[in-house]
């Protein structure tokens, strides 16, 4: 027995589709009933490597008599957040207001006309621990919709109209200034945690934009604490147990202040923008660890993430075999039998896992969560071995299941963060899995004769949702910089025609920001938009720092006009909630700052050329644009490129900073010289 799910392409979906709840996707159809029969919906919104989402399934949507109050009384529909961001966003706001705090699974009940009533996240099958129980609190509301409906659809209208107001952006009217940024950095000062990184208490999360943007304020000010703020996270993090020691890659958040206990599952977003910012953090320090966590990160993202076309997969669960962590932890007897079978003697064995933190007993739950334990690291061959043996072991455990679903920001911040690592490691492997990104975007994700629109999400050959505004800014962001790590010119004008598309279909002139969502959307009761960084940075933030780019690559002034719009909305939270605006602030800075442009004529795969544009990449230089230019790329004429050519049949660079070029050269060191300032 199946319901309406069998036929969705999204795993989250799909693991309902054997419940006896009648579930739907949203749609037409279910909204249509729902008005036809006037029946409240229940609306059950997750994603597929969310913990508490497959324990709410298992108490409550696999229970016959949980179903049965739900198909008599409601109309039930499941939603898989990272599909529907726009779903996601908007009544998440309604169960935060309602509630006081939010999560997944979220449950939210609404009218026909789709307007939330109740909220809540899990509830237990049973009353427990001050909660009430599901099937008690889908009788409460089955009751007062039947007995109080005037009440509730009153509470319905006014939270629809709270809701309103609350996404409402009014337009900047001052440009963000340097002493803003300033503040933001002396507030997140004042949340850091001195002893084991990041920012307030647990459970703690990475904030990798964060952290790029202390980068970019200790460029500035050179000032040492700043500076510390970042290379305390990134060592603490690299440490804990929220990094695989052995496969690499990192969980998404940390459950206590210490990035010891994650919870399991690894997210594309996450793993995507912390193998960016240790990229950032090497370019700026030089310290080889910092390369080495990225290179172990995008290895991991290649290995466990990429699928067959060249896209990547959305997550990886935090369970295998009904138990969270089963796939990562170890026991201190099976981890001394694995490395004495790979060779290391006994006294080397017990070295390794005292290194880890692996001991009699455990860390947690009676396992062992491995982490850099002990400052003393055995010999790197012999922890090399031991991390060798130990990942070939834990390949023969059952895997944790993989959400293979495609999503094109996510695929964005993928193409982002390969691109820079092949350009600052030399890696030509992850040169290659850009291609190939790239390549499926173009083949799955655009959508062909459809005015340069993308798809939202791909899974098995199938795409499907139109795209919204952060899957616009975010795939030309990561073609950005596939074009300036590739060379590849087409990259660059799929990136300007996919920021016009969403100027033409998300841009508004009266707040002067992007919409979350087009015309093609759903009309729920407020059309989404936001300025806030999350676990994702938002539309608007990362728009602006692409539009200020093409702005100095095309020439043309309406980019740089609608990026300022964009700081200048923002501009009066940046420095009260800094933590909330990690990317604008670094957005901001970009705007506050000489443009810097490095223009490499030469074909793209020219030996020479890729040697200029790795020098030019190779510092910490984070205002940066890499423009490669070939002869036969097709790139219109705009202004950067006039008169730019590859000298006497040699690749050659032209380095400007502000309104002053330097001689051009092809010497790969005079470029990396001229880049840093210092020619």
């Given at each position: ?183 933001a950095v002396a507030r997140l000062a004042e949340s850091f945690d001195a002893v084991h990184g990041g920012f307030g208490g647990a459970p703690k999360f990475p904030a ?126 099976p981890m001394l039998e694995t490395l004495g079978a790979a060779g290391l003697d006994p006294g080397e064995a017990r070295d390794v896992a005292a290194y880890w933190g ?250 020479l050329a890729v040697a200029l544009r790795r020098a030019a990449g190779a510092g910490y230089q984070p205002d940066l644009v890499i423009a490669p230019l070939a002869t ?48």
């Amino acid at each position: 027995m199946t319901n309406r799910l069998a036929t969705e392409t999204s795993p989250y979906l799909l693991q309902h589709a054997g419940n006896p709840v009648d579930w739907y996707p949203w749609g037409p159809e279910a909204l249509e009933r729902a008005r036809a029969e006037d029946k409240p919906i229940f609306l059950s919104i997750g994603y597929s490597a969310c913990h508490w989402c497959h324990v709410m399934a298992h108490e409550s949507f696999e229970d016959p008599a949980v179903a049965a109050q739900l198909n008599r009384n409601f109309v039930a529909i499941k939603v898989d957040r990272e599909e529907r961001p726009d779903l996601d966003d908007v009544y998440m706001a309604a169960v935060q207001t309602l509630t006081g705090g939010g999560g997944w699974p979220m449950s939210v009940f609404l009218t026909p006309e789709l307007e939330p009533f109740f909220g809540g996240t899990y509830f237990p099958p049973e009353d427990r621990h001050g909660m009430p129980g599901f099937p008690r609190v889908l009788s409460a509301i089955a009751e007062a919709y039947r007995d109080r409906r005037a009440e509730v659809v009153e509470q319905g209208r006014q939270l629809a109209a709270h809701l309103r107001e609350q996404l409402e952006v009014q337009p900047g009217r001052s440009e963000v200034e340097r002493r803003q940024l300033d503040a933001a950095v002396a507030r997140l000062a004042e949340s850091f945690d001195a002893v084991h990184g990041g920012f307030g208490g647990a459970p703690k999360f990475p904030a990798p934009m964060t952290l790029e943007f202390l980068l970019r304020a200790w460029r500035r000010s050179r000032d040492p604490e700043v500076l510390q703020m970042v290379t305390i996270t990134l060592d603490r993090m690299a440490d804990g147990g929220i990094h695989d020691q052995i496969g690499g890659g990192f969980a998404r958040y940390s459950t206590d202040a210490r990035w010891l206990v994650p919870h399991f599952e690894k997210m594309l977003y996450d793993n995507a923008q912390l193998a960016h910012v240790y990229l950032e953090a090497f370019r700026a320090t030089g310290q080889p660890r910092y390369a080495e966590v990225a290179r172990q990160t995008l290895e991991f993202m290649a290995r466990e993430l990429t699928t067959e076309d060249g896209g990547f997969a959305s997550a990886l669960d935090a369970d295998s075999e009904g138990e969270e962590g089963r796939f990562y932890t170890w026991d201190l007897e099976p981890m001394l039998e694995t490395l004495g079978a790979a060779g290391l003697d006994p006294g080397e064995a017990r070295d390794v896992a005292a290194y880890w933190g692996v001991v009699p007993g455990g860390n947690w739950e009676g396992h062992s969560i491995v982490h850099v334990a002990r400052p003393e690291a055995p010999s790197p061959g012999m922890l090399d071995r031991g991390r060798e043996a130990l990942f070939a072991a834990r390949e023969q455990r059952a895997r944790p299941g993989r959400d293979d679903k495609q999503l094109a920001a996510w695929n964005g911040m993928a193409l982002r963060a390969l691109a820079v690592g092949s350009l600052v490691l030399g890696d030509d492997r992850f040169a290659e899995a850009v291609r190939r990104c790239a390549q499926f975007i173009r083949a799955h994700l655009l959508r062909q004769g459809e005015g340069g629109r993308l798809w939202r999400t791909a899974r098995a050959g199938t795409a499907h949702t139109p795209a919204f505004c952060e899957d616009y800014a975010h795939v030309a962001d990561g073609l950005l910089a596939a074009y300036a790590a590739l060379g590849d010119g087409a990259d660059l004008e799929l990136a300007a025609a996919l920021m016009n598309r969403a100027v033409a279909d998300f841009w508004d002139e009266a707040s002067g920001c992007f919409f979350d969502t087009s015309d093609e959307h759903d009309r729920v009761v407020a059309r989404p938009r936001s300025l806030v960084d999350g676990a994702t940075p938002s539309a608007n933030s990362v728009a602006a720092d692409v539009l200020l780019r093409l702005a100095l690559l095309t020439g043309e002034p309406d980019h740089d006009r609608r990026a300022r719009s964009i700081l200048r909305a923002a501009g009066p939270a940046l420095e009260r909630h800094p933590i909330q605006f990690g990317r604008m602030l670094s957005t901001a800075d970009r705007a506050l700052g000489d443009p810097l442009d490095a223009v490499i004529a030469g074909d793209g795969d020219d030996p020479l050329a890729v040697a200029l544009r790795r020098a030019a990449g190779a510092g910490y230089q984070p205002d940066l644009v890499i423009a490669p230019l070939a002869t036969d790329d097709g790139i219109p004429t705009w202004p950067i490129f006039e008169g730019k050519t590859a000298r006497d049949g040699r690749a050659t660079a032209y380095v400007c900073r502000g309104y002053a070029c330097d001689e051009p050269t092809s010497d790969p060191e005079r470029v990396r010289a001229q880049v840093a300032g210092l020619a």
